[in-house]
């Protein structure tokens, strides 16, 4: 399959492009500084675009069936986080004018406000507040996903992400905002990237979790 990562040099981007090109897939890594990528292979290109463009994004997509997004925004105590939704408006648009409908793209558990009532202690009132402007940005990009019809997306929801790679391990999913055990409570709190790259990736040739947000983490 022809599929184009953003955010190709971040953490879990770097675990996308890698199991891509194994299974076989054709890679665009769309990137703003190709000097990060230091992967060879004959079935990646490497390109260089600004993820808030419209026209920038354009030519890279056409062609690509499938649209992979790993970027990540850092968290900001002084102003909005707007680089989820700023650059999910652009990607879109490039979308449609590419004509690409499948789009796979990770945010985090507990984006939803009302969500993480649950968690333990120091999640709940340490981490989230912490890092509450980019969940909320998360989930703003999550609501505008809801309104696109013309366009098959899906939204995967990690725990922490630890720098591990991919295993063997059974997931467990939950349409939702953290994956519950049988009284509510969240089953854990963290899972590898390689783990998360694996799953965005077994997504490619499965529709159950299209137009749908889904939690994720590993057995
Ligand atoms: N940390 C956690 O425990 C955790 C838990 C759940 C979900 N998440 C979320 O999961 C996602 C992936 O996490 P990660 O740790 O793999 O991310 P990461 O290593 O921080 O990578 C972020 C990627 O986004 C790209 N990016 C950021 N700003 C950009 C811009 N203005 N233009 C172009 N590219 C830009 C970065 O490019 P450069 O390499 O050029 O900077 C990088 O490729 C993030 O959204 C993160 O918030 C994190």
Redesign the pocket.
């Known amino acids: 399959m022809k599929i184009a990562v953003?955010?190709?040099?971040?953490?879990?981007?770097q675990f996308v492009v890698s199991q891509a090109l194994q299974q076989g897939h054709i890679v665009t890594a769309v990137?703003?500084?190709p000097a990060?990528l230091d992967v060879r292979h004959d079935n990646l290109k490497v390109v260089e675009a600004?993820?808030?463009s419209v026209d920038s994004l354009k030519p890279h997509f056409r062609g690509v069936e499938v649209i992979v997004s790993?970027?990540?925004?850092p968290t900001s105590f002084f102003s909005s986080v707007t680089?989820?939704t700023l650059?999910m408006m652009a990607v879109t648009g490039a979308m449609r004018e590419a004509r690409v409908n499948r789009i796979i793209t990770?945010?985090?558990?507990y984006t939803d406000p009302n969500s993480g009532t649950q968690s333990p202690y120091l999640i709940r009132f340490l981490l989230l507040p912490m890092i509450r402007s980019?969940l909320t940005n998360?989930f703003e990009m999550e609501q505008f996903l809801q309104s696109v019809d013309d366009i098959n997306w899906t939204v995967v929801r990690?725990?922490?992400?630890k720098n591990l790679p991919s295993s063997a391990l059974e997931f467990l999913t939950h349409e939702g905002y953290c994956v519950p055990d049988s009284s509510g409570r969240p089953v854990g709190s963290t899972i590898g990237?390689g783990d998360v790259a694996r799953f965005m990736l077994s997504l490619l040739n499965n529709n159950a979790w299209v137009k749908k947000g889904v939690a994720i983490i590993t057995k």
């Open positions: 953003l955010g190709a040099t971040g953490q879990t981007g990137v703003r500084d990060k600004n993820i808030f790993c970027l990540g925004f680089g989820y650059s990770m945010t985090s558990w980019v998360m990690p725990p922490g992400l990237r």
